[in-house]
């Protein structure tokens, strides 16, 4: 674990000033990312923020800066189709050395468990510059599970100061590792203060609101899907160790689920992945009641999600979103890094079993009480002040003597 730097303490500097880089790459992390920047925009008689975007993500990742209105100091635009994990680490260690050295900061930011966020920090400490993790202390414990998310994480919390956990269990993972206590804030999911921003927004807003609705029937989607008269799967997926044979199997539920229930509308704006797009084209184009749809701007998903019936999914944000908008969320996946929505009752894990996610979604579909068991279960993945929470703890730290 990274220790005091001796080249660079992370102190005020002579100005006053910290200087925090915060990094990002795919959708995700900007998501997670945006309320913390707007949040360090607020302060800026403390800290003089830059933001570097690796864009690992290309497309996904402008639709989420657009969103939040951010524009990047540093784009690294690291994105090529089909790229491996070789790609991604050694394009973006190369890519934000000379950012480190021109901007020289006093603290990286980093999120979650992409190859972003460990390549940035392993170039931070390269740099021996400090580094602070945002969504720490997530863990499977089985570092194929997920691939290569896990290991991603548990490097990045080698290699950083301090350590962000959205929750009391995060916390209690990091401490079996030996962080220090005094290193480590419980803040909450930044997602949720994410989300709060967005659902504000829409509901303040009725034009916003208004053109929200039109762009998603300019996407595909009739707008009798999204009144309270038609239930409506909305599903997600992109698990790199469900390429394959995981994958067809979710098609293929998805298929067989569609065709008993007619009147069930499934609703899937498909990830960019090769990986993803081939096997879900293949076995789910061309069905009435399955709208395939290219990836959708953060305020259209919020929206397809609260008209939601169920969420059908093997994403990590979307795991946190759900019990925030009180919607039963079915995971695709194995295992998970975030227990606390299963023991809050919102999430279940049905795998990646064609029989199980089948099993699971017609439960939902025809028995009221299972359903409202899960719906109606509390979010614990914080209260929208985590950004407000991380910045506190930063300039309480930066600027201790
Ligand atoms: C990445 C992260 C994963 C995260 C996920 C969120 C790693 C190793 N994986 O996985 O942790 O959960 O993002 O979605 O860091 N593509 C585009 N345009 C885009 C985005 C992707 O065309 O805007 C295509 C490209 O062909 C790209 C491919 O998708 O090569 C895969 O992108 P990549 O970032 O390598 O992996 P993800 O599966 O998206
Ligand atoms: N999301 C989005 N548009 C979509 C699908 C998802 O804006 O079409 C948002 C979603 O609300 C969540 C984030 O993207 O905040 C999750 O990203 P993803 O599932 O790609 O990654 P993960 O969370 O699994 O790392």
Redesign the pocket.
Known sequence: MAEDCAQNPGRLRDSGMSKILVVFG????A??MAPLVKQLETRGDSFETRVCVTAQ?RV?LD??LD?FDIRPHYDLDIMTSGQDLYDITTHVLAGIRPVLKEFKPDMVLVQ???TTTFGTALAAYYEQTDVGHVEAGLRTGNIYSPYP?EVNRQLTTRLSKYHFAPTPLNRDNLLKENVSPEHIAVTGNT?ID??IMVVDRLESDQQRSDRVTENIQRAGLAPKILTSATKMVLV?G??RESFGAGFVNICEAIRSLAAKHAAVQFVY?V?LNPNVREPVEKILSGRDNVHL??????E???H??SNAYLLL?????????APALAKPVLVMRENTERPEAVEAGTAKLVGTDRTEIVAGVEELLTDAAAYQRMATATNPYGDGTAAEKIVRFLSEHLSAT
């Open positions: 795919t959708r995700p992390e998501v997670k993500h996904m639709q989420i969103a979650g468990d992409t998310e997602v994410a989300l997600t992109h698990r704006p990830h749809l290219e990836p959708l701007p953060y259209e998903f919020v397809l999600m999914t093997d994403s990590g944000g979307v795991q946190e979103e």
